[in-house]
Every structure is written in C-alpha cells, then in structure tokens.
C-alpha cells in the first residue's frame, strides 16, 4: 500500500462544529503492518439478514487520495437493506453510503477538501473508464466492485479479519475513509446532519429529472413511489417547470406528502385506476415518468400511461419480469432508459441541491426524521414499514 501521512495526534480534531462541543476523543492509534489504525465504533453486519451490531472497529490511515471524514451522521437507504438481506455483498461489511461529516485529514494528493471542511459522501467511480470521463460516472466500468465488493479497498478489520466496504465509504461508523472522488465538498451554513442523503437517495430522485429525463418546460410527468426517491423526483419536476405532476402510490399519508411538495395530483394505487386516471388528467398520457417501486406491474402501468414518444426512468430495484417490446414500446416510440444515482457528477450536482434547499424550493428536509447511532435497527424497521421515509441516524 502507498505510504501515506501518519495519523494526526490525539486532540488534532477538527475544531467544534453544530454545538456538538469539540471534536470526539479519538481512541487510541495502533502500528500494524501495512500503516496506522485507529479504533472507531461501527454497526457491523455479520451475515445475510442480520441485526446490526455496533462495535469496535480498526479503520486503516488515509491513503495519499483518500480523507478521512469524522461521520456526523448518515441517511438510511433502501440499497443498504438490500445488501444487507440479500446476500449480493462480502459479509463482515460496515455498510452505509449516505454519509455527512468533517474531514480531520486529507492524504497529500488530494486537492478538492482540507481538514474542517463539511462534506457529503457519495458512490465510488474509477475515474479513469469511458463513462467515468464523458461525465456519467454512475454506470463506472467498475461501479459493483467498487461499491458492492470493496475491490482495492482494504480499510477495515474486526478482531483481526478483513471486514468489507460498501459504496467505498461504510458510513454507519464514526469515522470513515473515502476516496476523494467520493467526496463533495457543501457549504458550512447548512445543517451538516441533514445533507447526508443527498449523497444517493435523494439525488437518485432529482437527478433522473433534472440530469436525466431534463423535462421541457411545460411537459407532464409522473412519478410511481413516493418514498425519498420518488418525492426527491416530485420535487425536481417542479424545479423543472413541469405543467402537470401527477404521483402515484399506495400510502395516504405519502400522496399527502406529494401534494405538499408540488404534485398536482395524487393517485392512489389500491382504489383508482391509475392509467385510466392518468388519461384524464394529460388527455393522452405524460411525457415522462419515474418509476421507482421496482414493482412489474407498475412498470407496466408506468409504460401504459405514457403517451407515444414518451420516456420512463426505471430507478427501482425490478425482479426479472417479460415486457411486449412491439406493444408496450416500439410500437409508439416510447423508450424506457435505466437510471442509476440520478446520472449525476455528485460534486456539481449536490451543491446545485444544497442551494435550491436554502432557496426554499426543494424542501427535502420534510422527507427527514433522526435517530440516535444505537437505534440503527429501529431506523431500518421504521423505513421499511413506512412509518420514516427517510431516516438519518445521528453520530
């Protein structure tokens, strides 16, 4: 490995930031071959479907390209269920990919944040792929090993085995290392705690509208979900200047969400039809839609309300399923494209969200509700029931 800096003394913390009073105490850094280790807490997931377990963690130095960021506090999101339950990870992992800190040290090559900088933590790209250089770095060559099998990222152990990173961050600690491609840089005047999800979820959301779909003035659009990506999406088409917003889900209580923050209509998927609806409302169909339940028959309804030369974003997680590629796509001209991290470059794009936030027109933070670290597992049962759409456990 690279020789890097040593690690900052004890007491080298960043200085205090949102009333939290000074930096916490870093335990104690120990020598082992291969460089510097510092013990962190961290929820560890030890195997396929099981509780997290907060524990003590090593977490090696920075390298020369990576910082190491001091977690204030991380976003829960449906992709860390995922891995967690389905087995598609390397187990012991530290999962976690919505993370907000401060930056306590930055390797000697890395030129975008300094210590005391407030960032958020993003996804893994190589940088070096085709799509990474023509500014889609969310399909990176490289993207599942990066993110999901923590190729060339060796940071954590446990007891003295490996334990895996997830998204090239595991920001369900208090502490992590990421390389500086994963790292954005926001203001310091906003509400550090809050900015985590905007790392994935919600820019998964937004960025499918703004970045991806970039709906012309006065189009229609619907979104299929409302949990944070789908409403990140609601949020974006207003931005946009969509005519009509139309949000399909199944939960009140979510279709109420989706009216407050902009949709002109709010449809429930348990008592309407939703194409039939939908006709109603557009005269013959939206141009664009979201889909974000991974569920195929609101895929195919999703294709079905779309008028001729309409496009749908298919953002959800879908099981394998058969479409009629003559009737549902070719035969009007629809296109159905695949959207991953909303086809953004997280450091133009976060602050772009951060700066429509203070203006007040993308109001995330009503997605939002905080859980201490120690409640980690209630803040995943809380998400999948629905009862938090996003929930954002506090360091």
Same mark, same amino acid.
């Given at each position: 490995r690279p020789q890097g800096r040593s690690m900052p003394p004890v007491g080298g913390a960043a200085p205090p930031v949102l009333g939290t009073g000074p930096s916490m105490v870093r335990? =104690? !850094? @120990?020598? $082992? &071959?291969? /460089?510097?280790?510092?013990? !962190?807490e961290a929820a560890v997931t030890h195997g396929q479907g099981e509780e997290f377990k907060i524990g003590e963690v090593e977490l090696a130095e920075p390298r020369s390209n990576e910082v190491l960021v001091r977690v204030?506090? %991380?976003?829960?999101? $449906? %992709? +860390?269920?995922?891995?967690?339950? *389905? /087995? !598609?990870?390397? #187990?012991?992992?530290?999962?976690?990919?919505?993370?907000?800190?401060?930056? @306590?040290?930055?390797? &000697? *090559?890395?030129?975008?944040?300094?210590?005391? +900088? $407030?960032?958020?933590?993003? #996804?893994?790209s190589c940088g070096h792929c085709e799509n990474c250089l023509s500014a889609h770095p969310s399909t990176c060559e490289k993207m599942n090993d990066l993110n999901f099998g923590s190729q060339g990222i060796e940071r954590l152990e446990q007891d003295g085995r490996p334990v895996a990173t997830f998204f090239g961050q595991s920001s369900f600690a208090t502490y992590a290392v990421a390389d500086e491609r994963n790292v954005v840089k926001v203001p310091d005047d906003v509400e550090l705690e809050l900015l985590g999800p905007l790392g994935c979820g919600i820019q998964t959301g937004s960025g499918t509208v703004l970045a991806c779909l970039k709906p012309a003035f006065g189009s229609t659009i619907v979104v299929y979900g409302c949990g944070a990506v789908g409403l990140s999406a609601v949020m974006a088409?207003?931005?946009? /200047?969509?005519? %009509?917003?139309? =949000?399909?889900?199944?939960?009140?209580?979510?279709?109420?969400?989706?009216? &407050?923050?902009? =949709?002109? #209509?709010?449809? *429930?998927?348990? &008592?309407? +039809?939703?194409?039939e609806e939908i006709g109603k409302a557009t005269g013959a169909g939206t141009h664009y839609a979201v889909e974000t339940t991974g569920v195929p028959a609101v895929v195919h309804q999703s294709l079905a309300a779309l008028r001729p030369l309409g496009t749908v974003a298919i953002v959800g997680i879908t099981p394998e399923m058969t479409v009629d590629m003559f009737g549902e796509i070719m035969a009007e001209g629809k296109t159905v494209t695949g959207v991953i991290e909303g086809d953004t470059v997280p450091q133009l794009f976060i602050p772009e969200l951060v700066e429509y936030y203070r203006q007040g027109r993308f109001p995330f933070d009503k997605l939002v509700k905080y859980y201490d670290f120690e409640d980690i597992n209630q803040a995943f049962e809380d998400s999948r029931t629905g009862k938090t759409i996003k929930p954002v456990v506090k360091m």
């Open positions: 335990k =104690a !850094i @120990e020598e $082992h &071959e291969g /460089g510097a280790h510092m013990k !962190i204030v506090a %991380t976003g829960v999101c $449906h %992709t +860390d269920a995922v891995a967690r339950d *389905n /087995g !598609i990870v390397p #187990y012991p992992i530290v999962l976690g990919h919505e993370g907000a800190g401060i930056v @306590e040290q930055a390797g &000697e *090559n890395v030129k975008a944040v300094g210590p005391g +900088d $407030h960032v958020v933590l993003s #996804y893994s088409a207003k931005i946009a /200047g969509c005519r %009509t917003v139309i =949000a399909v889900d199944v939960h009140e209580s979510r279709l109420e969400l989706a009216r &407050e923050l902009g =949709a002109d #209509y709010a449809l *429930n998927g348990a &008592e309407v +039809d939703v194409v």
